[in-house]
């Protein structure tokens, strides 16, 4: 069963930073791709950052210059480093994996539970 466990989420004063980690298990984690979303109250869920397999990445534009998602396959784990957070920041983040079940072998889109961020101004 593919599991990912999201931490690192708080509240942080405006201008501050937070790490977000994901610990992923259960899936071929050196072949997904990973990223972040964020979905604030009463809006749908957004894209934050990606990365792939190979390392590169993408941003949203709100998070470029700020936000740097980086990944760990020995660890089985995903970051999202926040800088220069603001109050627009605040939302519940979401790790996603799109890979490979280490048992059924079926490609699937995972998502964790979700850990959330409150930047107060």
């Known amino acids: 069963q593919v599991r990912l466990v999201e931490s690192g989420g708080g509240l942080v004063q405006a201008g501050g930073s937070l790490r977000l980690s994901c610990a992923a298990s259960?899936?071929?984690?050196?072949?997904?791709?990973l990223g972040w979303y964020y979905q604030a109250p009463g809006k749908q869920r957004e894209l934050v950052a990606t990365?792939?397999?190979?390392?590169?990445?993408s941003y949203a534009d709100s998070a470029k210059g700020r936000f740097t998602i980086s990944r760990d396959n020995t660890k089985n784990t995903v970051y999202l480093q926040m800088n220069s957070l603001k109050p627009e920041d605040t939302a519940v983040y979401y790790c996603?994996?799109?890979?490979?079940?280490?048992?059924?072998?079926?490609?699937?889109?995972?998502w964790g539970q979700g850990t959330q961020v409150t930047v107060s101004s």
């Open positions: 990365i792939t397999h190979g390392g590169s990445t």
């Open positions: 259960g899936l071929i984690f050196t072949i997904s791709n």
């Open positions: 996603n994996a799109r890979g490979v079940d280490l048992v059924t072998r079926r490609v699937g889109d995972y």
